[in-house]
């Protein structure tokens, strides 16, 4: 079965690559769908999101492509011919959320949604939180793909000295 793994992924970290790595061992078929979500503060475009996930998954077994989604989870889930969304859960309040989400899911779009928890060690780890520290020059190496890392390391240090501003 096909399924879909949606985020804004700003930037991948090891837990995100845990929950599509669990993903495609489970269901075989996976497509990341890049998310541009307007309510959010995005450090690097999606297409440059697409490109450093794509750069980690070189390690995932089964088919694993990488999308932007722009519209609706559930016209992308259909266009790409997915049968669920799979979502990663830290803790109870990602939980209340994304149960939100997906009794609206189900609702508009006949879709399911399947819940991995977070493995123990990816737990507490967030897109958001590795960019703050990372803002401060802090090492967050341990929990991102070294592409992500080094494109985060670099992004910051523009920000920091001004060289750039977030693009989205």
């Not at 929990?143 to 920000?159: C, G, I």
């Amino acid at each position: 079965m096909k399924v879909v793994c949606p985020g804004s992924f700003d930037p991948i970290t090891l837990g995100h690559l845990d929950v599509i790595n669990r993903a495609a061992h489970l269901f075989g078929e996976v497509v990341v769908a890049v998310g541009r979500n307007s309510t959010k503060q995005s450090l690097f475009t999606a297409e440059e999101r697409v490109d450093l996930i794509e750069a980690a998954l070189h390690e995932v077994p089964g088919v694993v492509t990488v999308d932007i989604i722009d519209g609706l989870l559930v016209d992308f889930c259909r266009h790409h011919g997915a049968g669920a969304i799979v979502k990663g859960l830290r803790f109870a309040s990602d939980f209340d959320f994304e149960l939100q989400m997906a009794h609206m899911n189900e609702h508009v779009g006949d879709i399911e949604t399947v819940f991995l928890p977070a493995s123990p060690e990816y737990g507490t780890v967030s897109s958001s939180m590795m960019r703050q520290m990372a803002r401060f020059g802090g090492d967050v190496s341990a929990f991102l793909p070294a592409v992500a890392n080094q494109a985060l390391v670099a992004r910051s240090r523009d920000l920091r000295e001004g060289l750039v501003r977030g693009p989205e």
